[in-house]
């Protein structure tokens, strides 16, 4: 049931993101989309989604991910803390991440807000050739 929402709530986050986009068509081009992992998270130090992607697939990447513990969690790529995205409780957080032309792998991290706290977390990770940002 937790992996549908996780799905669900992905599907949600892209639609918005493709509704956003001004288009001269009166009929919107198909995102691809492909999902590299799914899954969950239970952790007091900080739990990672690494991996390597397909070219085909495109050279953007979305991280979404539901916390489902009782503290916020913290979301980064790699291990930039600076420019992560908060997640509080029973809510969802998506991060975004451009491979550029000569990285085809991934690193993501998800932290608890307050070190030593545990995170519980269901997340998921696709691959576009769309920016989720446009």
Known sequence: ???WLVVLLLSTCLLLSACQMASTSSVPEPVP???LQH???TTS???QISGETSPENGAWLLLTVHNEG???????VG?????????APGETGCLSHSLGTLSHSYEFQIYPANPGQTLQAAYTLTQSTISPDA
């Open 1 to 3: 049931m937790k992996r």
């Open 33 to 35: 989309v492909t999902e």
């Open 45 to 47: 130090v900080d739990g």
């Open 70 to 76: 009782d503290s916020g969690l913290l979301l980064t």
């Open 39 to 41: 899954g969950t998270i």
């Open 79 to 87: 291990r930039d803390t600076e420019h992560g995205v908060a997640v």
